[in-house]
């Protein structure tokens, strides 16, 4: 149990395009999700809270219009990267919340990497 | 603040071999619950073990252990039989308890290399 799927696994695209990227959960219902950042032999950057029917919280420094997130149900965010640069290239990963409160576990999807040409 | 350290940017364990990585946190919290994930390189995370501030035992989950002591905030993950598979990076994570927000608050990582 506690899959997270991510799609896509990969992403190239060219410089001022958006892409979206899809979080699952699929075999349980997740109210939160959350998008991390992370560059190479990094640790995770998380970016943004993902709630579903309401609007994320984003962190500190990360630009909301920039990094679209929409939690449309309970099983599914995403993650939208508009007008891409070069300088959002990087691994992003989703992971869902799951169990009860205090006793709650992130599992994590496969991650996106992203190539912006 | 909470933060969560591990000093150890990478590390060498001949196949077969317990390795222990080290993790200290900073917490003002009472209850809190500490998490370790492995990334191959691949790059998923994948969850190992759970301890909670409050459990007295310490977690085990198969190969893998979580030496929890509270009084000196630290929370070492403990890899018996060292596999080749191992090889991975290895993150510590605390999740924060104030404002039940869920969030994670991860270490730099440590690298593990398993050797043949």
């Known amino acids: 149990g506690a899959v997270v799927s991510q799609h896509p696994s990969r992403v190239i695209c060219k410089s001022g395009t958006s892409v979206k990227i899809e979080c699952r959960s699929l075999?349980?219902?997740?109210?939160?999700m959350f998008w991390y950042r992370q560059f190479p032999k990094k640790s995770l950057m998380l970016m943004a809270t993902?709630?579903?029917?309401?609007?994320?919280?984003?962190e500190q420094g990360v630009e909301k219009d920039k990094f679209l997130i929409n939690h449309a149900s309970l099983t599914l965010s995403t993650l939208t990267v508009t007008s891409a640069h070069p300088e959002d290239s990087s691994f992003y990963i989703c992971?869902?919340?799951?169990?009860?409160?205090?006793?709650?576990?992130?599992?994590f999807g496969p991650g996106t990497r992203l190539t912006v040409l | 603040a909470q933060k969560i350290t591990q000093t150890q940017p990478g590390m060498f364990v001949q196949e077969k071999e317990a390795v222990t990585l080290d993790c200290t946190y900073d917490?003002?919290?009472?209850?809190?619950?500490l998490f370790w994930y492995k990334q191959p390189s691949s790059g998923e995370m994948i969850f190992l073990i759970y301890?909670?501030?409050?459990?007295?035992q310490n977690a085990t989950e198969g190969r893998y252990s979580l030496n929890f002591q509270k009084a000196r905030k630290s929370a070492n993950l403990v890899i018996s039989a060292s596999q080749l598979g191992d090889s991975a990076m290895y993150f510590c994570?605390?999740?924060?308890?104030?404002?039940?927000?869920?969030?994670?608050?991860f270490g730099q990582g440590t690298t593990l290399q398993v050797k043949p």
């Open positions: 992971s869902a919340r799951t169990g009860g409160w205090g006793t709650d576990t992130q599992y």
């Open positions: 075999d349980f219902q997740a109210t939160t």
């Open positions: 993902s709630n579903e029917g309401s609007k994320a919280t984003y």
């Open positions: 917490t003002s919290d009472q209850s809190y619950g």
């Open positions: 301890q909670g501030s409050y459990d007295e």
């Open positions: 994570a605390m999740r924060e308890v104030t404002g039940n927000t869920g969030k994670l608050i």
